[in-house]
Every structure is written in C-alpha cells, then in structure tokens.
Nanobody, 126 residues
C-alpha cells in the first residue's frame, strides 16, 4: 500500500522557518514528480512547488519563489520543503502529491496525481 505522509508542520513567527517532509512508503519517490500544495481556509488549493523526476529541476509559485526550497532526500525516500522568511499569509494546510510524470510542466498545479498525503498544518503568527 502506498502512503505519503507529511511532517514538520507547526507554528512559526513571521520571518521564521519550518521544514516540511513528505515521506513515501510503497513507492520510490525518485521515479515521481512531487508537488507541494497548500490550502488556506476559504481559499482554493494552491500549487506552490514541484520537483521533477527526470532531473530534479524545480518549479515555484511566485508567492513562494526565493523563500521556499524543494529538494529530494534520497536516503529517506522523501521530499522536503524548506520554508524561510515565513509570512502570516503562508498559514495553510500543506500537502504533497506524487505522480510518475517526468516533468513538472507549468500546469503542474492542476494535473492529476496518483498519490496524496493527508496534509500538515502550518501557522505563521506573532
């Protein structure tokens, strides 16, 4: 059975940092493009970053570019999202998703994904 499990969420102050992890069991994430999404209360789900299977090239939404970094952690079969310079508007439930796409195309936020995690809450507040 395939599972994606997010961890690392919590509360941070504005300007602070958190590191999320998306750990997989039942699949090897190396062969998957993995995307991070977030959804704030009352808002639509937003695709914020993707790392592609073919060459680990990365894509970021404008809202997080320069502050968030996605990376693969092969030793633990996981994908991390390092979040720096956090803002109150980053408060949301963060989820990861995986699919055997070779590339993270520009429409990665709206593509179907085979597997989803359950989400982890991130709250940025002073």
């Amino acid at each position: 059975q395939v599972q994606l499990v997010e961890s690392g969420g919590g509360t941070a102050r504005p300007g602070g940092s958190l590191r999320l992890s998306c750990s997989a069991s039942g699949i090897t994430l190396d062969y998957y493009s993995v995307a991070w999404f977030r959804q704030a209360p009352g808002k639509e789900r937003e695709g914020i970053s993707c790392i592609q299977a073919s060459d680990d090239n990365t894509v970021y939404a404008e809202s997080v570019e320069g502050r968030f970094t996605i990376s693969r952690e092969r030793a633990t079969n996981s994908v991390s999202l390092q979040m720096n310079s956090l803002r109150p508007e980053d408060t949301a439930v963060y989820s990861c998703a995986a699919h055997r796409y070779k590339y993270c195309s520009s429409n990665y936020p709206s593509r179907p994904y085979d597997y989803w995690g359950q989400g982890t809450q991130v709250t940025v507040s002073s």
